[in-house]
């Protein structure tokens, strides 16, 4: 039965049942109703960026066979290097909860497909159904199901326009009107992403801001470029695959709508703060989220999932951490992680612990003297935070790989020991040198590489597609950044910023 449902998201509100009991007639439905003229296909390609085919309704039967079967499509072109051009033809086939009412479009609605083979079924190397697998893994292996939400970082680039307000560098962290001159931009991004996914805890300014880029690029010479963060809920992790990706199509063509443009790259100038794409992540089991015991520490399953990442973090980078300028942004001293480690605390660590709202002071009786009514179950906002992946992630890949990590990590116990001894306090409270004998990350594309490469067997055994393997590390190795730092410290000053600009501004919308 149809009850009202109260949600931001329109399709929601319209359809009157929360989208994982969305069935084709809804749709139907909805189309028919609506006056819904044309369905745009969306699904994602090799580096996460959405295509779409815009199909027109002309009549119902033709409406029932596009939601039922989708559409075709060469995924020769979608993932250069997976298929043969001879064996290439795949389905894209409509996922009925990713549906959404264009945004700015009353008579167009947009639905996420997955990729199916030639019988129909999924196919088995996109990304897509690579992500579906692990979270199925997952499921049947340890009986646990993985939510997560991504911290979507990213420079909105604008015209200068005048002196007035000028921002500080380093100093955009939260700020706001007049100093954040994007806020418009921001705001509609804000409510248009909140209305697609139904799935966003807020949007605000980030610490990054340069009041005048100097670039070779025309689209950077002489802008303002303003960091923001768009962090999103937590959702199943499959979902986030879907809406990581829908998000940042999103943001870029509500900043073009705006004459503006916007970059993911891990870094835009040297010394300022790059974007990353952190996740978090929580278990459940029967629905309810087992990152804490009943004390408000760190359980079992939290510290066994902290120990599986740890274990294969140096090849997990290959997939958050694509290009040369990743490895610009993983240094010391920029809030970023360098070493193999996890702290409750310290934000250079890999992992890290956020705060939860599960506090020993009830926090609105404190603020509100006057408050009486029981406080909201807490407990599904435990999460942990995992630091390394930037804008350049191979968003399903990537989810995939973390997701198979998870698994290992319960299932085995060695991902346990190895998260009781890899933690660091705060501030390196385990004494000057803490970090000396730590695994360290990955410095370049090319040795990202190499430690995919090495760890191959731990992928595929668990159902990862090799040919993914080999694509990957080979659009790493093409970064040519083997000795990237020994090159720059051999020039001077003026040619390390004139290099650092060209090696973070030839990537600017290549994710």
């Known amino acids: 039965m149809e009850e009202p449902v109260h949600d931001v998201r329109p399709l929601v509100r319209r359809l009157r049942k929360p989208p994982d009991r969305w069935q084709r007639q809804d749709l139907v439905r909805f189309v028919l109703e609506d006056g819904i003229r044309v369905i745009n296909l969306r699904y994602p390609g090799f580096d996460g960026k959405l295509r779409e085919l815009r199909i027109p309704i002309v009549d119902p039967e033709h409406l029932e066979r596009v939601l039922a079967f989708g559409e075709r499509v060469d995924g020769s072109s979608l993932f250069p290097g997976l298929f043969d051009s001879s064996g290439s033809d795949l389905y894209v086939v409509p996922v009925y909860r990713w549906a959404f009412r264009n945004p700015w479009a009353a008579d167009e609605m947009d639905i996420v497909c997955r990729f199916a083979g030639r019988d129909g079924s999924p196919c088995p190397v996109t990304p897509d159904n690579l992500l579906a697998a692990a979270v199925e893994n997952l499921r049947t292996s340890t009986g646990a199901t993985l939510r997560a939400l991504a911290e979507l970082e990213f420079y909105l680039i604008m015209e200068r326009g005048d002196d007035r307000f000028t921002g500080k560098a380093q100093r955009n962290y939260h700020q706001a009107e007049p100093y954040l001159h994007g806020r418009d931009v921001a705001d509609e991004i804000l409510r248009v992403v909140s209305e697609v996914t139904g799935s966003v805890k807020y949007c605000h300014g980030e610490v990054g801001y340069l009041d005048q880029i100097e670039s070779e690029n025309p689209e950077l010479q002489g802008h303002r470029a303003e960091q923001y963060e768009l962090e999103l809920s937590l959702v199943p992790v499959e979902d986030l695959g879907t809406w990581v990706s829908v998000a940042r199509w999103l943001i870029r063509v509500i900043a073009d709508r705006y004459g503006a443009s916007v970059t993911y790259s891990p870094k835009l100038e040297p010394g300022m703060a790059g974007s990353g794409m952190h996740l978090h992540l929580a278990l459940e089991r029967d629905g309810r989220n087992t990152m804490r015991d009943d004390d408000g520490e760190l359980s079992e399953d939290a510290l066994r999932l902290i120990g599986g990442l740890l274990g294969e973090a140096p090849a997990l980078t290959a997939f958050g951490n694509t290009v040369a300028s990743s490895y610009l942004r993983l240094v010391p001293g920029q809030e970023a992680p360098t070493h193999v480690c996890w702290g409750r605390h310290d934000r250079s660590s890999l992992i890290r612990i956020p705060l ?125 950044d083997r000795d990237l730092a020994t090159r720059l410290s051999s020039l001077s000053k003026p040619e390390q910023i004139t290099e650092f600009r060209r090696i973070m501004h030839k990537d600017l919308h290549k994710h």
């Not at 009514?373 to 890949?397: I, K, M, W, Y």
């Not at 290992?408 to 020991?417: H, I, N, Q, V």
């Not at 990350?441 to 595929?460: D, K, V, Y």
Request: charged residues 30%.
């Open 356 to 480: 939860d709202f599960r506090t020993a002071t009830r926090m609105d009786q404190a603020m509100n003297p006057s408050e009486s009514g029981p406080p909201p179950d807490a407990r599904s906002q435990a999460t942990v935070e995992f630091r390394s992946p930037d804008g350049s992630a191979f968003p399903h890949l990537l989810l995939a790989a973390v997701t198979l990590c998870v698994a290992d990590g319960l299932s085995r116990d060695e991902a346990l020991d190895r998260a009781k001894s890899l933690e660091v306090d705060h501030g390196g409270g385990r004494g000057a040198g803490v970090t000396d004998s730590l695994e360290t990350l990955p410095a370049s594309a090319a040795e990202a590489a190499e430690r995919l490469l090495a760890r191959r067997a731990f992928l595929e055994e668990r159902g990862f597609a090799p040919v993914w393997i080999d694509l990957v590390a080979e659009k790493l190795r093409q970064e040519s």
